[in-house]
């Protein structure tokens, strides 16, 4: 089975600039996510979808981030204008199902450098 | 207090020793934990949830204690390749899930 893809998997780009990143999904789950990993840090949700909804975007900064997801199935997060403080490795996640019982299996990573 | 807590270490332990990490969290009506696995420069993996009887899978050991709040994760005979960051969640409100930061173990020959 193959495992949830995103790309790049790495980005550098200059503060005030603007960057998107691509998640593809397992085949078949309906939720996913989107998490920004701070070095030293545990991974921190900012979207959460259930198919083409939007479940959870508490913890989106919406003045500079936003995220879609057509169709019910790819999706893509994106950043602008960019500052220093958003290099992370920013994680897409997806789970057969919403709820909290559910395991969630991650992506390999983007990993974002905002200089 | 953070909403969840774990001492992020680093436990450095040799091989075949014994290493127990707690993990503390701050909303009394959590009803989901588990612990996630993450190596280095590579995604979380479920390692093991965590039921209120407390669970073992092979050398891994989670308990949960409700009152005190919090979860612990014991390892058994720890090998090299048991070198990763440990990394605890807990659903703290709703369907959200929270990770803590991690406790990183080396597991040394």
């Known amino acids: 089975e193959a495992g949830v893809a995103q790309s790049p998997r790495y980005k550098i780009i200059e503060k005030r600039q603007s960057v998107a990143f691509w998640c593809n999904p397992i085949?078949?789950?309906?939720?996913l996510y989107w998490y920004q990993q701070i070095l030293g840090q545990g991974p921190k949700l900012l979207i959460q979808?259930?198919?083409?909804?939007?479940?959870?975007d508490s913890q989106l900064p919406k003045d500079r981030f936003s995220a879609e997801r057509l169709k019910g199935v790819d999706s893509t997060l994106k950043i602008q204008p960019a500052k220093l403080e958003d290099s992370a490795v920013y994680l897409c996640?997806?789970?057969?199902?919403?709820?909290?019982?559910?395991?969630?299996?991650f992506g390999p990573g983007t990993r974002l450098t905002v200089t | 207090r953070k909403e969840v807590e774990q001492d992020p270490g680093p436990f450095n332990v040799p091989e075949g020793a014994t290493v127990a990490f707690n993990c503390t969290y701050s909303?009394?009506?959590?009803?989901?934990f588990f612990w996630y696995r993450q190596d280095c420069r590579k995604e979380p993996k479920l390692l093991m949830s965590v039921y209120s009887s407390g669970n073992e899978d092979g050398r891994f050991t989670a308990q949960l204690n409700r009152a005190s709040q919090y979860i612990s994760l014991l390892i058994r005979d720890s090998k090299l390749s048991d070198s990763a960051t440990y990394l605890c969640?807990?659903?703290?409100?709703?369907?959200?899930?929270?990770f803590g930061a991690g406790t990183i173990l080396r597991v040394k020959s």
């Open positions: 979808f259930q198919n083409n909804g939007v479940v959870d």
């Open positions: 969640v807990v659903n703290l409100y709703g369907n959200k899930l929270v």
């Open positions: 085949s078949g789950h309906a939720t």
């Open positions: 996640a997806s789970s057969q199902l919403a709820g909290i019982s559910y395991e969630q299996y």
């Open positions: 909303n009394s009506a959590s009803q989901s």
